[in-house]
């Protein structure tokens, strides 16, 4: 990882394009690894009227949702009588990365870029591998236009962190990284943080499904099952309840839905090795396995009653959805908040990605000498303290 990271660094554009052909059998050329803008406008020629609304509606969902959370602005009087408070600025140039391995992640373009338009971001930087073609897929490249996105390269993998950190002769090098990926772009994220930031490191998806007597077992194995099909083989999937009645309904469903899934094959390979029930004694301990595990999504298919506790007790889930009618897919593509969230474990410290990740925060601070004066003795006793005399008379020189 290290010695891939270094050859981007060192050899810029010609490392990429080796590097692309190496990992990706793409064969390109410095001066096409930025895909032409008039090339994404075609692709959204290209949609259908109904994936061309459909890809709209997401997309407003999201700026809604998103435009809520908002950093704003902020100053006070503090007890000295200054005046402080905060500002907040777009980060000036992002790279997002949208995974295209083995299906176009339409839902990702949009639960990132979308993101960095709501925020103001001057300049947002996409990229995205491609295969032996060399293009990006055309549903893909529709969805990041629609989105906002008008600097895309046809660069993945590690050497696409390592040309957003480093930067080449064709690609400027960005201030933070964003985006999901496989365990070798989330490896390389992580190395090359503090060159760059970077908001999380997202792994393959989890859904933690809690239910009572109240959940729908066909709806509860559907939705187990649609986390599972994503197609890393390391997809982690949980049913919790406090009844092994609904957890054997629940399990046969699975079992009758699976032989009808085009993707079986790999659903069944998170079945065997992913796929943990759970049974417990009440929502207590319903809500203490939740917040062991962190899960990426939680469901809740629980009464009333149980639903009031858990939403009170579980503190860590990255998301969680509520009642039989919300299916994860809802929140995977159009409800609005992004679906970039923390996987294994990381909800105990992370949360999912959100449009203040896209902004700076600055405080800002503004005394007069009636203010500076109440302020001046505990200056003094801190530079005291410290043995830092010069802080001392940075204060007291200004009140002479």
């Known amino acids: 990882m290290a010695g891939i990271l270094a050859e981007v660094r060192e050899g810029g554009d010609r490392a990429v394009v080796r590097l692309a052909a190496r990992f990706d059998g793409a064969r390109l050329k410095p001066r096409t690894l930025r895909v032409p803008e008039g090339e994404a406008r ?29 950093a704003r602005d902020w100053s006070m009087r503090n007890p000295d009588g200054a005046r402080v408070g905060e500002k907040h600025d777009p980060i000036r140039r992002v790279g997002i990365y949208v995974p295209g391995g083995q299906v176009p992640l339409v839902s990702s373009a949009l639960m990132t870029v979308t993101l960095a338009v709501a925020a103001g971001c001057p300049e947002i930087a996409v990229f995205t591998p491609v295969g032996r073609s060399g293009k990006v897929a055309p549903s893909l490249l529709a969805a990041l236009h629609l989105a906002g996105a008008r600097e895309i390269y046809c660069v993945g993998g590690v050497q ?33 943080f503090g060159i760059v930031g970077i908001d999380s490191l997202p792994g393959p998806s989890e859904l933690m499904v809690i239910a009572d007597g109240t959940a729908n077992a066909r709806f509860a194995a559907a939705d187990l099952l649609a986390q599972a099909e994503h197609g890393s083989g390391r997809e982690r999937i949980v049913l919790v309840s406090t009844s092994k009645g609904v957890i054997g309904r629940i399990q046969g469903e699975i079992q009758k839905q699976v032989r009808e899934l085009s993707r079986s094959s790999k659903i069944r390979q998170v079945l065997r090795d992913g796929f943990l029930s759970v049974q417990v004694s009440n929502a207590e301990e319903a809500a203490q396995v939740a917040n062991a595990v962190a ?41 609005g908040p992004s679906h970039v969230l ?59």
Do not use: W
Request: aromatic residues 6%.
């Open 42 to 70: 075609a692709a959204v020629r290209q949609l259908t009227p109904a994936q061309r609304r459909s890809l709209r509606t997401a997309r407003a969902n999201i700026l809604a949702f998103n435009r809520r959370g908002l």
């Open 160 to 192: 696409a962190i390592g040309a957003m950190a480093f930067g080449t002769k064709t690609i400027p090098a960005v201030d933070k990284v964003f985006g999901p990926g496989n365990a070798f772009v989330c490896e390389a994220k992580r190395q090359v």
């Open 295 to 335: 899960p990426e999504h939680l469901e809740l298919l629980t009464s009333p009653k149980a639903t009031a506790s858990l939403l009170k007790s579980v503190t860590t889930a990255g998301a969680i959805l509520v009642g039989n009618e919300t299916p994860t897919a809802l929140g995977d593509f159009t409800a």
């Open 342 to 400: 923390p996987t294994g474990g990381a909800g105990r410290f992370f949360s999912g990605l959100r449009v203040a990740d896209f902004q700076r925060r600055t405080s800002v601070l503004r005394y007069d000498v009636g203010s500076l004066r109440r302020a001046a003795p505990v200056v003094a006793e801190f530079s005291a303290m410290e043995c830092l005399d010069a802080h001392g008379r940075s204060v007291s020189i200004r009140l002479d």
